[in-house]
């Protein structure tokens, strides 16, 4: 069993940056590949980034990409999304996951290749 467990989310204008936080324990953290997802009401949870168990190859959606960034630091079990140049529609619940070894190299973007899910934490970004 993996425990995530996601922090960091909150109120915030659009053009300022956010970082998001996800704890993981239960598990050796530097076996797992994470992802972020999000999610609005109403719509399918969507690939936002990922990194890799080894290495830390990481890959973001066309939609964050050049603007968040994804980390880890192993020794604190933790994964950060770095989240920068804020706009509306970034405005979601933000769930972290985990893939667990051997990761998914065809489907990550999908939520069926992720075998652990934080409860989620609210990003709102206003205009």
């Known amino acids: 069993q993996v425990q995530l467990v996601e922090s960091g989310g909150g109120l915030v204008q659009a053009g300022n940056s956010l970082r998001l936080s996800c704890a993981a324990s239960g598990r050796t953290f530097s076996d797992l590949s994470m992802g972020w997802f999000r999610q609005v009401p109403g719509k399918e949870r969507e690939f936002v980034a990922r990194?890799?168990?080894?290495?830390?190859?990481?890959i973001y959606s066309d939609s964050v990409k050049g603007r968040f960034t994804i980390s880890r630091d192993n020794a604190e079990n933790t994964v950060y999304l770095q989240m920068a140049s804020l706009k509306p529609e970034d405005t979601a619940v933000y769930y972290c996951?985990?893939?667990?070894?051997?990761?998914?190299?065809?489907?990550?973007?999908?939520?069926?290749?992720?075998?652990?899910w934080g409860q989620g934490t609210q990003v709102i970004v206003s205009s």
């Open positions: 996951a985990a893939d667990l070894p051997p990761p998914s190299y065809i489907n990550y973007r999908q939520t069926s290749a992720y075998d652990y």
């Open positions: 990194i890799l168990w080894r290495g830390g190859a990481t």
